[in-house]
């Protein structure tokens, strides 16, 4: 079970500079729950960007290579046509289908990473507990630790001075 420490700020600066000295702290776990964008704020989390694209481009190409090559096999070697002494293997036949297979699977890739990066599904979140956590779609900014080798005193310390409006413990 996750021991997770929950830090509430009223603005978006003071949660950047927590996000930063709890990093500095080396503390793991790190995340962030705010009402819009905040410039700066995955860099100071550390987080990496996602390899979504990637991923996405991909799925798309591969699986229309594989279009192509099931629809030249099935043209060229399994069941040849020869209709009107046209060649067997014209690529220009095949690249439509192709094209529109490959878009389809970088969507069902782009899916599967959303849905995966985004935790789901996921039926309960022990977070939607804390009191006045549903202002983070509004106008307060949480900070998240999740380590267990970070107590309460120890966040507390590394936000000397930040003056968080809660901390709260999610077990």
């Known amino acids: 079970m996750s021991h997770l420490l929950l830090a509430e700020f009223a603005d978006p600066d003071t949660l950047l500079t927590a996000a930063r000295r709890a990093r500095d ?28 694209r ?11 290579v594989l279009a ?29 289908p192709c094209f529109e297979i490959g878009v389809l699977a970088a969507g069902f890739a782009g899916l599967a990473g959303l849905l995966r990066g985004a ?15 549903e202002r983070a779609s509004q106008d307060r900014f949480f900070l998240a630790v999740d380590d267990p080798a970070v107590g309460r005193q120890r966040l507390q310390e590394a936000l000397d001075g930040l003056a968080p409006l809660s901390l709260h413990e999610v077990g």
């Open 68 to 96: 192509f090559a099931v629809q030249w096999f099935s043209a060229v070697q399994d069941y040849p046509l020869n209709l009107g002494s046209r060649p067997l293997g014209s690529w220009q036949a095949f690249v439509i």
């Open 54 to 64: 990637e991923a996405m481009l991909l799925s798309g190409l591969a699986t229309a």
């Open 119 to 133: 935790g789901l599904p996921r039926p309960h979140q022990p977070l939607f507990a804390v009191p006045g956590f």
């Open 25 to 52: 702290a080396r503390m793991a776990g790190l995340d962030a729950y705010v009402p819009f964008h905040v410039e700066g704020l995955p860099e100071a989390l550390g987080l990496r960007p996602p390899a979504l």
